[in-house]
């Protein structure tokens, strides 16, 4: 089956830098991508990656391995307006995406 | 503001009821897309309406019925809901063209509650 994987709830400083992880499964790939969504309102675009590497979008990055069927969400200099919930979705051969459950993201001052 | 707007935000309705939850974007896409998003769980594609033609998904209940009368609207009616379709209902729409994805906009998303 089409599955993905990522941790459920993360906690870290205002400030600081976090990773969030994602690992896939899917019937063929056609690239990966991150949402951001507060609580209460609408997911919104981050990255996407279809090749290997890492992409730099100001404080956030996004990696992808496509061998080891990977990706992580990186946040540099954390900001309480941070907090939310970050959703990895991979999209298959379909060019259906597969979505993981979020990962709830807690930025302490 | 995402293009994409959804009425209503919030929604209580009792089992019996019929109701529509309503999905409008202007962003000129031609894709648009039901999801129903339950607490700690992935989001659930129920429905897309791509290139002027329905998918469906074959594990949404019948008592969910989607209606796309043109590329700009989307409509997904509800009768003789369960408690247990109570969720965050998410429309969205993307610009599809021949294999190439693009990311998809999502709207504020309607809150529904089962009685």
């Known amino acids: 089956g089409q599955n993905i994987d990522q941790p459920t709830e993360m906690t870290a400083t205002e400030g600081a830098i976090v990773q969030i992880n994602c690992t896939y499964q899917?019937?063929?790939?056609?690239?990966l991508f991150w949402y951001q969504q507060h609580a209460g309102e609408a997911p919104t675009f981050l990255s996407y990656?279809?090749l290997d590497g890492l992409e730099e979008k100001g404080r956030f990055s996004s990696f992808l391995s496509r061998s080891k069927g990977y990706s992580y969400l990186l946040l540099k200099e954390l900001q309480m307006k941070d907090s939310a919930s970050y959703l990895c979705?991979?999209?298959?051969?379909?060019?259906?995406?597969?979505w993981g459950a979020g990962t709830k993201l807690i930025i302490k001052p | 503001e995402t293009g994409v707007t959804q009425t209503p935000r919030h929604l209580v309705m009792g089992m019996t009821n019929k109701k529509s939850l309503k999905c409008e974007q202007h962003?000129?896409?031609?894709?648009m897309y039901w999801y129903k998003q339950s607490a700690k769980k992935p989001l659930e594609l129920m429905f897309v309406?791509?290139?002027?033609?329905?998918?469906e998904n074959n594990s949404v209940p019948s008592r969910f019925s989607p209606e796309c009368p043109n590329s700009s609207h989307l409509f997904l009616h509800l009768h003789t809901l369960q408690p247990e379709d109570s969720a965050l209902y998410l429309c969205?729409?993307?610009?599809?063209?021949?294999?190439?994805?693009?990311?998809?906009?999502f709207g504020p998303g309607t809150r529904l509650t089962v009685l």
């Open positions: 969205a729409s993307s610009q599809e063209s021949g294999g190439n994805y693009n990311e998809q906009f």
């Open positions: 962003l000129g896409h031609n894709a």
């Open positions: 309406y791509s290139l002027e033609e329905r998918v």
């Open positions: 899917t019937s063929g790939f056609n690239g």
């Open positions: 990656n279809v």
């Open positions: 979705a991979a999209l298959d051969s379909n060019y259906q995406l597969i």
